[in-house]
């Protein structure tokens, strides 16, 4: 016989679910359109969803104190190859004035479309440099771990991110230091990484939201692509510029065309597909492209 769990007040309850005033950060992100984020301070391994944050949070236990800070002389960001590819490391500069990136992982600089390697988090620009820097002064203040999950602009391929900052603190106790585990969330991303073809996603502008990795080799694409770079920079080719993809929406029509591309000194031949679909409110040109039969 297990012992029963004591009950919770039911005024208790209640009151935790009434609505309370618009908080302040609520209203930021409201005001793009999207969800408030949420945030848990000192998290249990059962409240992270991601495996890789459990996996990370043990990891930072093999070097913290009491209450969660990393100490400085235990930590080697050497112990944590395997979180690499979504680590961020932040130097704290003049008591939080500023949070400058003393590495970014590949993974998190394909997914913003940025590098952010010695600059601050006040270089993100928009809501997304307010609420960071916001978080990591409030991280500064309370002094203990912090997970968040925060949307990102509608016109990004990556939904949001999972992020979990820990404090880095020096032997005086003073903080000095973030580490950052920064997961995307890229569910669509995980099946058009697995396809052996070239497949673009693409906004209303022509720019570039999301490439596959087949199409980052054909096309030797850069690691980081920045936002702002357009799908004909890319590859050399168009989407013809009076097509939307609303407007193919719209027709349920689909583009069928061919075209040379030269890669490694030779002409191939690519068949073309463009197709749209909605992805978080916004209509996007789906590119998919295949090597023509000889």
Same mark, same amino acid.
């Not at 000194?265 to 209509?283: F, N």
């Given at each position: 016989m297990t012992a029963k769990t004591k009950p919770i007040e039911d =005024?208790?309850?209640?009151?935790?679910?009434?609505?309370?005033?618009?908080?302040?950060?609520? =209203?930021? *992100?409201?005001? $793009?359109?999207?969800?408030?984020?949420? +945030?848990?301070?000192?998290?249990?391994?059962? $409240?992270?969803?991601?495996?890789?944050?459990? =996996?990370?949070?043990?990891?930072?236990?093999?070097?913290?104190?009491?209450?969660?800070?990393?100490? =400085? /002389?235990?930590? /080697?960001?050497?112990? *944590?190859?395997? *979180?690499?590819?979504w680590? +961020?490391?932040?130097?704290?500069? /003049?008591?939080?004035?500023? *949070?400058?990136?003393?590495?970014?992982?590949?993974?998190?600089?394909q997914a913003a479309g940025e590098d952010m390697i010695g600059r601050t988090s006040a270089d993100h620009g928009g809501y997304t440099e307010v609420f960071l820097t916001t978080l990591y002064r409030a991280a500064l203040r309370t002094r203990v771990p912090v997970y968040s999950y925060h949307e990102s602009p509608r016109e990004m391929f990556t939904r949001g991110w999972h992020r979990m900052i820990v404090p880095i603190a020096d032997g005086d106790g003073a903080l000095v230091e973030f580490l950052v585990l920064a997961v995307a969330d890229l569910e669509l991303a995980v099946g058009l990484e697995l396809l052996s073809d070239p497949v673009f996603v693409v906004n209303a502008q022509h720019q570039v939201a999301y490439c596959n990795k087949a199409a980052r080799q054909f096309f030797h694409l850069p690691r980081i692509i920045p936002r702002d770079v357009t799908f004909a920079s890319l590859t050399g080719f168009s989407l013809g510029a009076d097509e939307t993809p609303d407007s193919l929406m719209a027709e349920d029509r689909t583009l069928n065309f061919a075209e040379l591309v030269k890669t490694?000194?030779?002409? /191939?031949?690519?068949?073309?597909?463009?197709?749209?679909?909605?992805?978080?409110?916004?209509?996007?040109?789906?590119v998919s492209m295949r090597m023509a039969a000889t």
């Open positions: =005024q208790a309850l209640i009151k935790s679910l009434l609505p309370r005033r618009a908080s302040t950060v609520r =209203q930021l *992100f409201n005001e $793009e359109g999207l969800r408030a984020p949420e +945030i848990i301070w000192s998290p249990k391994p059962t $409240e992270l969803v991601s495996p890789m944050h459990r =996996q990370f949070i043990a990891r930072v236990a093999q070097m913290t104190d009491a209450n969660g800070c990393i100490e =400085q /002389d235990r930590f /080697d960001i050497g112990h *944590f190859e395997r *979180f690499s590819d680590l +961020i490391h932040l130097s704290i500069e /003049d008591d939080g004035a500023a *949070f400058r990136y003393l590495y970014y992982g590949n993974a998190v600089g490694d000194g030779l002409m /191939d031949r690519l068949d073309v597909t463009v197709s749209a679909a909605e992805h978080r409110g916004k209509v996007m040109f789906i």
